[in-house]
């Protein structure tokens, strides 16, 4: 048995700070875990039940964290399991915690691809080939991928995103040669996804507009 000599509010968060005899450092431990064993300064607490405080805290903390990295802005289930690996969290603890976010509908991976998708086209005009490569980091299954691919990519405004990159970097670099000019925005193209065929037929309009 264990006799708990001090307990502090913790600010800011519902928990605590228990100073345990024998123990310089205190264990945080949330209010319902205070309240649902009933720790008080001058009581004890078996062993046994101390290991199954500290096991359901554990559990706390992953929820928490998981709750906290989505909160403020969407993720992928593959970036979370990342994140809580990358706290110290068994797989167990991380498994829970995604199950956790799950119930309470905090994660959805094929929501997060199509947000990916129409931020990326909106703020950077990502080509399909970047877009495939970027949720593939993310952790996004192949499925998934085609699917909001297909559903969200303007496959109709392709050339235009395309075409209004090669004006913008054109303007960045015009006083290049020429042949480095438009391979220069040749490869530039190709790094933000687009195909061939687009970046052919973006070259050949951006030629003309200055012929």
């Not at 009581?43 to 559990?59: A, G, M, R, W």
């Not at 952790?139 to 991928?145: M, Q």
Request: no cysteine; hydrophobic share 35%; net charge positive.
């Amino acid at each position: 048995m264990t006799l708990i000599k001090k307990i502090t509010k913790k600010k800011f968060i519902p928990a605590f700070n228990l100073w345990l005899e024998g123990n310089d450092d205190p264990l945080v431990i949330s209010m319902d875990l205070i309240t649902k064993y009933k720790l008080g300064v001058g009581s004890y607490v078996e062993n046994n039940e101390l290991d199954k405080i500290l096991s359901e805290q554990e559990l706390i903390n992953a929820k928490q964290a998981a709750y906290n990295y989505v909160s403020y802005k969407s993720r992928s289930e593959h970036q979370i399991k990342e994140k809580l690996s990358s706290k110290g969290f068994t797989q167990d603890l991380i498994e829970d915690a995604i199950q956790f976010l799950y119930e309470f509908n905090l994660l959805d991976d094929r929501k997060f691809a199509r947000s990916f998708v129409k931020s990326k086209i909106e703020l950077k005009k990502y080509g399909k080939g970047r877009l495939k490569i970027e949720l593939l980091k993310k952790g996004i299954n192949k499925e998934i991928i085609e699917d909001t691919l297909n559903e969200v990519y303007p496959e109709h405004d392709k050339y235009k995103m395309a075409l209004e990159l090669a004006e913008k970097k054109y303007r960045i670099i015009r006083n290049k040669p020429k042949n480095k000019i438009y391979t220069s925005i040749k490869y530039f193209l190709q790094r933000q996804g687009f195909d061939w065929e687009v970046t052919k037929k973006t070259l050949d309009a951006l030629l003309k507009q200055e012929n």
